[in-house]
Every structure is written in C-alpha cells, then in structure tokens.
T-cell receptor, first 113, second 110 residues
Framework: SQTIHQWPATLVQPVGSPLSLECTVE??????LYWYRQAAGRGLQLLFY??????ISSEVPQNLSASRPQDRQFILSSKKLLLSDSGFYLC????????????FGEGSRLTVL | KNEVEQSPQNLTAQEGEFITINCSYS?????LHWLQQHPGGGIVSLFM?????KKHGRLIATINIQEKHSSLHITASHPRDSAVYIC????????????WGAGTKLIIKP
C-alpha cells in the first residue's frame, strides 16, 4: 500500500505571488503521478501527469507548471497566481502498471485573494 | 455527452437502506475505479476492477464489460457512508488517462 504526503494542506496567497505544492510517495517505485484540481462542487480536472523523473505532460494550458525531480516527488508550481487558480489540489499516485490502484494525498486547499 | 456518466447525481436514503450507484461509459476502458471523497476533500480508492465483482465489507462493485456498465452497492447503509462516490475509467487509448465521472453525492440519514 502506498502513502501520499501532500503539503501544505491549506494556504491563502495574494494574486501574483508564487506557489509551490509538494507531493511525496512512499511504498512504491516508479509510480505514475498526477496533479488534479477540483473547483468547489465540481469534478476532478487533470492538470499534469508524469510517468517518470523529468517527464511531465500537461493537460490544460495555464500558468501552472509541474516538476518531478525525483522518482517519488512531484511538485506543482506557479510564478504568479491568478484568482482562477483557487481550488482544491490533489496529488495522486498509481503504482505498477497503468491499471494499478490509485492513491491520493489529503489535498491542498488554495485560496487566491 | 460525457464519456463516463454516473447516476444518480444526488441520493438521500435512510440508514439501513441498500444503495446502488451506477456508472456507464461510452469509451473503451481497461479498468474502472470506484473512489470515495469525504466532505473534507480526501479521496480514497474503494475498488479497481476490470471484470466481474469485488466485495469489501458492506461495499460491492460489479462491472459488465459488454454493457459498459458498473455499479457500486452499499448494504446496510450508515450515516458514515455519506460522501461523494466517483467512478473513473482507464482510457484504453491512452495508457495514463483517467476518464472521470461527475460523482454521486450520497447522504444517509440516521
């Protein structure tokens, strides 16, 4: 079983400020990693996924970026936050083959003012 | 039309009732997940299945590949089962893509 550590859990940031959300995975190696965003009352929107170190695929053009500097570390960043970046961000991991079980972090609630 | 559709969108039931949540999909998938999201936002994986039926405690998930349909059942429902239940399929044409249902909000009243 995997454990996903995601932080910070909550943050309030002014428009134009930078962002860094971090996610680390325990209990597996070479997982597929995902960043999702969930707006209030809505479903999950895939932002980025990574199948290996340094390999990032973006699903939605935006002012966010992702990096995977280590096998079990996934970082979501922004240089300048927008009001529309507010939401609930979830990191997810899928170990083994592409049809493996999904594990989620506890989420990071971002409010941009 | 969404590629993965869940029904109902909202479901309110009394404690003890048998609950069924449905998930239909129109694309080829290699496996289907059922997940539970609690009010705090955390998501827990309940099942991953590609055929047949799986059972875990009071939860049962079934999938019919030919009919492109899956169901999640909860027996002897309890207020602590109140949550949003989400199905998501692995897109057969894209190894890493998940196609998400919109979720079913379940409320179990004592």
């Amino acid at each position: 079983s995997q454990t996903i550590h995601q932080w910070p859990a909550t943050l309030v940031q002014p428009v134009g400020s930078p962002l860094s959300l971090e996610c680390t995975v325990e209990g597996t190696s070479n997982p597929n990693l995902y960043w999702y965003r969930q707006a209030a009352g809505r479903g999950l929107q895939l932002l980025f996924y990574s199948v290996g170190i340094g390999q990032i695929s973006s699903e939605v053009p935006q002012n966010l970026s992702a990096s995977r500097p280590q096998d079990r570390q996934f970082i979501l960043s922004s240089k300048k936050l927008l009001l529309s970046d507010s939401g609930f961000y979830l990191c997810a991991s899928q170990g083994g083959a592409n049809t493996g079980e999904l594990f989620f972090g506890e989420g990071s609630r971002l409010t941009v003012l | 039309k969404n590629e993965v559709e869940q029904s109902p969108q909202n479901l309110t039931a009394q404690e003890g009732e048998f609950i069924t949540i449905n998930c239909s999909y129109s694309v080829g998938i290699s496996a289907l997940h059922w997940l539970q999201q609690h009010p705090g936002g955390g998501i827990v994986s309940l099942f991953m299945l590609s055929s047949g039926k799986k059972k875990h405690g009071r939860l049962i998930a079934t999938i019919n590949i030919q009919e492109k349909h899956s169901s999640l059942h909860i027996t002897a429902s309890h207020p602590r089962d109140s949550a949003v239940y989400i199905c998501a399929g692995h897109d057969m044409d894209s190894n890493y893509q998940l196609i998400w249902g919109a979720g079913t909000k379940l409320i179990i009243k004592p």
